[in-house]
């Protein structure tokens, strides 16, 4: 079974320019996470999506992070523009179904570094 | 809102000793509890989880965990470390909301294991 795929796995921009990252995640899966990892910390949650609705999107910063998941399968995360602050490894998760005790997969990541 | 503590950003073991991670959490409702892996570049991987029933929960590589719901307490332990345990470990909390199954992840534990 295939996982949960990331990509760009780097990419390094400067402030104020615009990057987007994409995700598949595993085959079936309905729900898909973002996570952004600071480096040093643990992975805090930027949205989740249930199939191609929006589930919970209280840590994203709206200003400037978009996301969408079109036909409920792949997943585009938008920042705009970027900041110094954003830094950082920015992982994808899947989970087959959304349920408190269900395992999320995640994806390598992608690592983001703004000068 | 669920929290999540991990005393020891690193711990530095011998090959062949115990480890033993420390995890406390706060949570409003009866917690589903999480412990995953993130090895160099990669994705995290889970370990093992706690959900309902027994409270002593073994996982893959050897782990195991314990839930003490008077301690608030999750730590996780594996008898006689190996090299390839050298690794970052997260501690993560979820409660089913209405907003769906977020996690809440600790700040991590880094693991260095000594020949």
């Known amino acids: 079974e295939a996982g949960v795929a990331q990509s760009p796995r780097y990419k390094i921009i400067e402030k104020r320019q615009s990057v987007a990252f994409w995700c598949n995640p595993i085959?079936?899966?309905?729900?898909l996470y973002w996570y952004q990892q600071i480096l040093g910390q643990g992975p805090k949650l930027l949205i989740q999506?249930?199939?191609?609705?929006?589930?919970?999107d209280s840590q994203l910063p709206k200003d400037r992070f978009s996301a969408e998941r079109l036909k409920g399968v792949d997943s585009t995360l938008k920042i705009q523009p970027a900041k110094l602050e954003d830094s950082a490894v920015y992982l994808c998760?899947?989970?087959?179904?959304?349920?408190?005790?269900?395992?999320?997969?995640f994806g390598p990541g992608t690592r983001l570094t703004v000068l | 809102a669920q929290s999540v503590t991990q005393l020891g950003s690193h711990v530095s073991v011998s090959e062949g000793a115990l480890v033993l991670l420390r995890c406390n959490y706060s949570?409003?409702?009866?917690?589903?509890l999480f412990w995953y892996v993130q090895y160099p570049n990669q994705g995290l991987q889970l370990l093992l989880k706690y959900t309902t029933g027994a409270t002593l929960v073994k996982g893959i590589n050897g782990f195991e965990a314990e839930f003490k719901k008077s301690e608030t307490s999750f730590h996780l332990t594996k008898p006689s470390a190996h090299m390839s345990d050298a690794a970052e470990y997260f501690c993560?909390?979820?409660?089913?909301?209405?907003?769906?199954?977020?996690?809440?992840f600790g700040g991590g534990t880094r693991v260095l294991v000594k020949p």
């Open positions: 993560a909390v979820s409660e089913f909301e209405a907003a769906g199954n977020k996690l809440t």
């Open positions: 085959s079936g899966h309905a729900t």
């Open positions: 998760a899947s989970s087959l179904v959304a349920g408190a005790s269900n395992e999320q997969f």
């Open positions: 999506f249930q199939n191609n609705g929006v589930v919970d």
């Open positions: 949570s409003s409702v009866p917690p589903y």
